[in-house]
């Protein structure tokens, strides 16, 4: 599967400092990145034991990542979540 090069390129050139701590850190990325009309329940449930999920999610909406699940959401959901917050 072919990944967002701009996602991966941002994270490895500037890491975060909690993604040391992500649960996703040893996990296949294409879990995170599924087809369209894949399943997410195996990202969401890694996400759902993450100590960093809120973190994760923070990133995700601020840098406006429109691929992947990310603090457990998917980039729908993000878009709802910001919907309701604006």
Known sequence: ????IPVFTETLLHPEPWMQWASCADVDP????????GSTKDAKSICAGCAVQAECLEYALQHD???G??????????RRLKGKAA
């Open 30 to 37: 294409d879990a995170f990145f599924p087809e369209k009309g």
């Open 1 to 4: 599967m072919t990944h967002p």
């Open 69 to 78: 699940i990310w603090g457990g959401l998917s980039e729908r959901e993000r």
């Open 65 to 67: 990542e429109r691929f």
